[in-house]
T-cell receptor, first 118, second 109 residues
Framework: GAVVSQHPSWVICKSGTSVKIECRSL??????MFWYRQFPKQSLMLMAT?????????EQGVEKDKFLINHASLTLSTLTVTSAHPEDSSFYIC??????????????FGPGTRLLVL | GQNIDQPTEMTATEGAIVQINCTYQ??????LFWYQQHAGEAPTFLSY??LDGLEEKGRFSSFLSRSKGYSYLLLKELQMKDSASYLC??????????WGAGTKLIIKP
């Protein structure tokens, strides 16, 4: 099946620094990618929808200036956490939408990136 | 390699019971998750199993056998709103989530 990768897997950084997380669709092109946060044993919280070649759509309550999303190609979306603070520590998961045979679509999830801000 | 297998699609009748199986082969094991995802929405957390056995939560139950690399999600008294995709995910030794492709569950009246 389709594969979505994320890099890095783990990030430990100091408060105030910026961290970039990459999400790649390895064997398909994804015009749409999604970024989620997950707290332990909780549902994935959608942060934003990333569309190739256009601005991301952010969910209510998510600061677009703090969580910068760039979807520069059909296989890569990046999430940059700017001026990270300890409360930004979380598990960030991306997913990519694969559309086949017209309108049949499947969403594939990445393995996640664990961010710890000290 | 790491692998999660679950059926692509299942069909069941309203009011009935359905069992969605998930088998896994991963490098290490730090728990297995089940999520429900309705079309166009984010996955919602259903269950987390890290020890063998059955965990019951209302109409939903989840079972785990670590020795067999096997889990199932049991849905009772099916309702039309249970029509969704059900995702199985295993957290490996690096605390990375390995995702199954999801099982699309179709409920018929």
């Amino acid at each position: 099946g389709a594969v979505v990768s994320q890099h890095p897997s783990w990030v430990i950084c100091k408060s105030g620094t910026s961290v970039k997380i990459e999400c790649r669709s390895l064997d398909f092109q994804a015009t749409t990618m999604f970024w989620y946060r997950q707290f332990p044993k909780q549902s994935l919280m959608l942060m934003a929808t990333s569309n190739e070649g256009s601005k991301a759509t952010y969910e209510q309550g998510v600061e677009k200036d703090k969580f910068l999303i760039n979807h520069a190609s059909l296989t890569l979306s990046t999430l940059t956490v700017t001026s990270a603070h300890p409360e930004d520590s979380s598990f960030y998961i991306c997913s990519a939408r694969d559309v086949v045979q017209g309108d049949q679509e499947t969403q594939y999830f990445g393995p996640g990136t664990r961010l710890l801000v000290l | 390699g790491q692998n999660i297998d679950q059926p692509t699609e299942m069909t069941a009748t309203e009011g009935a019971i359905v069992q969605i199986n998930c088998t896994y082969q991963t490098s290490g094991f730090n728990g297995l998750f089940w999520y429900q995802q309705h079309a166009g929405e984010a996955p919602t957390f259903l269950s987390y199993n890290v020890l063998d056995g059955l965990e019951e939560k209302g109409r939903f139950s989840s079972f785990l056998s670590r020795s067999k690399g096997y889990s199932y999600l049991l849905l009772k008294e099916l309702q039309m709103k249970d029509s969704a995709s059900y995702l199985c995910a295993v957290m490996d030794s690096n605390y990375q989530l390995i995702w199954g492709a999801g099982t699309k569950l179709i409920i018929k009246p």
